[in-house]
């Protein structure tokens, strides 16, 4: 296992925690053996090289694609034939149906039609007092973990803390407390034990093969969709008037050919996409962030000068947050490193070659940012973290269609701007005041399900800046 390497003190360029590569075989024994369902341990060594090439050895055909105009094509999908993975579908059906994240087609294109307005509102300035209240309200959290050195997860912290934010943000409330326990441990649950990572199933099964979904995932969905259910309540009846937000929007979306709203399953499956990618996605990015900054007191200290020299001691203002540069590209170098969303898949609808690569029918096409950010062919030192790649004077560096965190095409997130601008006040903020510290941090070590997440939750103190 290849660990993190200890830097020279107040070093910013080190290597953080990756599995360690083995060829295909000796991968796929190590997963089968260890039994976790983790597909980073999954891949070769030989998919950091290959541009576009099998991924190991499984019955379906597996192809992985690197090449940044062939990546460009599958995720774009002009031809129509590269819709989302039929594993993905499946597993994510009772979460959140066939909702604008796995939908494809004439279903999707309605969907976007009906829900592309209501995006405007999550416009940053629109946001950023949201934003701040949720950082307010952690920062209070934070001040009681210091004074009583009580240990928490990093991870529920900063779960807590997006799932907040977007909560204000979508529903103009928050998140009661417990209620962002259940929704955070069901979601472990679900994405520990959905079918989409489960190895055996991945290698052996044919293409478009069903498999019932176990109790307690289902289980896990139905929690996470009654909370949901009980944020759209606020927003109908008599008290609906009082709201003017992205729910209260995509209550009132109609499609544009029929005058019909959405069903309220489809309310839960559109609005449970925009809480969870609005929460899950920027919670795994933050919680490492935050552990590297943490275990590297060097950026600290540079983080801490950058924010004296623009904010001097007072509020970080939203014009601020576009003139914290090495903020900023920590935050851009994490993404780079441990991208959220790990695993881009696509199905081949028709038979097809994808460079010089012929791809059968069924072929599970897998474009992988994680991968991708780490090719030998691309990047210096790929396994390095070095936030100053994204400096002006180096950026030229990085190729074109190589760094694709936010994915591409149609399908990019929509929220890129909104995350970027929330990691950068969340950053700023809660490292002026607290100095992190991870116990335990040689244990960390990440691994791919539906998100870039710790093999084990971070168990963290806090103590305030300086002290």
């Given amino acids: 296992m290849n660990l993190a390497v200890t830097p ?10 990756k599995p360690t590569s083995f060829a295909a075989l000796l991968a796929l024994m190590r997963v089968l053996l260890r039994g976790d369902g983790d597909l980073l ?24 694609v690197n090449r940044p105009d062939q ?72 001040d009681r973990a210091a004074a009583e050195a009580e240990p928490f997860s990093l991870d529920l912290a900063m779960s807590h ?11 103009s409330t ?20 959905v079918a989409q990572v489960e190895i055996k199933r991945l290698i052996f099964d044919p293409a ?43 209550l009132g979306a109609r499609d544009p050919d029929t005058n019909t709203p959405f069903s309220r399953e489809e309310l839960i499956d559109q609005l ?51 003139r914290l540069p090495f903020i900023r590209n920590v935050f851009r170098e994490t993404l780079r490193l441990y991208p959220p969303i790990t695993f881009l898949p696509r199905v081949a609808l028709e038979a097809t070659t994808i460079g010089n690569l012929n791809v059968r029918r069924g072929a599970l096409v897998m474009v992988a940012p994680w991968v991708l950010h780490r090719h030998k062919r691309y990047w210096r030192n790929p396994h390095v973290f ?32 909104f995350a970027t601008t929330e990691a950068i006040l969340l950053i700023a903020r809660l490292f002026r005041r607290f100095d992190f510290h991870i116990r335990a941090p040689e244990r960390v070590l990440p691994a791919a399900r539906l998100t870039t997440r710790p093999t084990e939750q971070i168990v963290c103190t806090v103590t305030r800046a300086g002290r």
């Fill in 272 to 322: 449970g996409v925009l809480f969870l990618a609005g929460h899950e996605t920027s919670a795994s990015a933050l919680t490492w962030v935050f552990y590297l900054l943490a275990t590297h007191p060097g950026m600290v200290a540079r983080l801490r000068a950058e924010l004296r020299e623009v904010c001097g001691e007072g509020p970080v203002e939203f014009e601020h947050t576009k």
């Fill in 161 to 171: 803390l997006t799932a907040d934010i977007i909560c204000r943000t979508v529903f």
């Fill in 208 to 250: 478009w093969t069903s498999a019932p979904q176990k109790p307690e995932v289902l289980a896990a969905c139905a929690t996470i969709r009654s909370h949901l259910a009980s944020l759209i309540d606020t927003h109908v009846g008599a008290d609906a008037a009082r709201f003017d937000d992205i729910a209260t929007a995509i």
């Fill in 8 to 17: 020279p003190k107040g070093s910013e360029i080190f290597t953080p925690p």
């Fill in 386 to 417: 070095d936030a100053d790649r994204f400096s002006p004077e180096r950026e030229g560096e990085i190729m074109p269609g190589t760094y694709i965190p936010f994915g591409q095409g149609p399908r990019v997130c929509a929220g890129a701007a």
């Fill in 71 to 142: 990546v460009r094509r599958v995720l774009s999908d002009p031809e129509g034939i590269f819709p989302k993975s039929d594993l993905m579908v499946e597993a994510l059906d009772p979460l959140i149906g066939d909702s604008i994240f796995v939908s494809s087609g004439a279903v999707w294109k309605r969907q976007r039609r009906m829900i592309d307005p209501s995006l405007s509102l999550m416009r940053v300035t629109n946001a950023y007092p949201a934003m701040v209240a949720g950082c307010e309200a952690t920062e209070e959290m934070l």
């Fill in 174 to 193: 928050t998140l009661r407390h417990q209620a962002a326990h259940d929704v955070f441990d069901a979601f472990t649950l679900f994405e520990r034990s």
């Fill in 41 to 64: 341990s999954l891949l070769p060594s030989s998919a950091y090289r290959v541009e576009v090439g099998h991924l190991g050895w499984s019955r379906r055909q597996t192809v992985i």
